[in-house]
């Protein structure tokens, strides 16, 4: 069975600083998806940026990136410049490639220090 | 629409009584799917449709749950006799049959569903 664990349920950080959410996952699989996705309080689910494992090149998006170390099966994500709007929740998220749906970690509530 | 919209918002209901959350997913897409977000937990998978039908619905907990996209594009997850335990986010995500899932796969806000 696929598990998704965060084990950072709350993280701050100074505005424009760095900050790293961690995330581990478990699987069997060799080939798979993995995603960082932010929740505010309107509750929608945001994608942020995703990994393909099979990608060893880490994905980037903007001030975000992740560092994926397949073989620990660990999947972390840095956010540069850090914003006040990047407060919220933060989930950690895998996905089969033939999957439909996410498996999603307790995610990481990031707080945003002006 | 330009979302996807779940209404209503926000929802509380006595213990025992019949709930009704409705889903309008975006216009053409194929795919819905039914997540329940508990509090301090990420989002679990409940059920998804591929047009009219349930092509995977391994994720409801009991037959207390159902859910129903009769002309392929609003759902409505229906729950019986609710229960406590029942209190929850609920979460729609809707995606179109082409391209890279997750890049279309856009979330609703939600019903805050309060059993009390």
């Known amino acids: 069975a696929q598990t998704v664990t965060q084990s950072q349920p709350e993280m701050s950080v100074q505005e424009a600083e760095t900050v790293t959410l961690s995330c581990t996952y478990d699987t069997s699989e060799s080939d798979y998806y993995l995603f960082w996705y932010k929740q505010p309080p309107s509750r929608q689910m945001i994608l942020v940026i995703r990994q393909e494992a099979y990608k060893q090149q880490n994905a980037t998006e903007n001030r975000f990136s992740v560092n994926f170390q397949k073989a620990a099966k660990s999947f972390s994500l840095k956010i540069s410049d850090s914003q006040l709007g990047d407060a919220a929740m933060y989930f950690c998220a895998y996905r089969t490639l033939t999957g439909n749906q996410f498996y999603f970690g307790t995610g990481t509530s990031l707080t945003v220090i002006p | ?116």
């Open chain 2, 1 to 116: 629409g330009a979302g996807v919209s779940q209404t209503p918002s926000n929802k509380v209901t006595e213990k025992g009584k019949y709930v009704e959350l409705r889903c309008d997913p975006i216009s053409g897409h194929t795919a819905l799917y039914w997540y329940r977000q508990s509090l301090g937990q990420g989002p679990e998978f409940l059920i998804y449709f591929q047009g009219t039908g349930a092509a995977d619905d391994s994720g409801l907990p009991n037959d207390r749950f159902f859910a129903v996209r009769p002309e392929g594009s609003v759902s409505t997850l229906k729950i019986q006799r609710t229960e406590r335990g029942d209190s929850a986010v609920y979460l729609c995500a809707s995606s179109p049959t082409t391209g890279p899932l997750e890049y279309g796969y856009t979330f609703g806000s939600g019903t805050r569903l309060t059993v009390v």
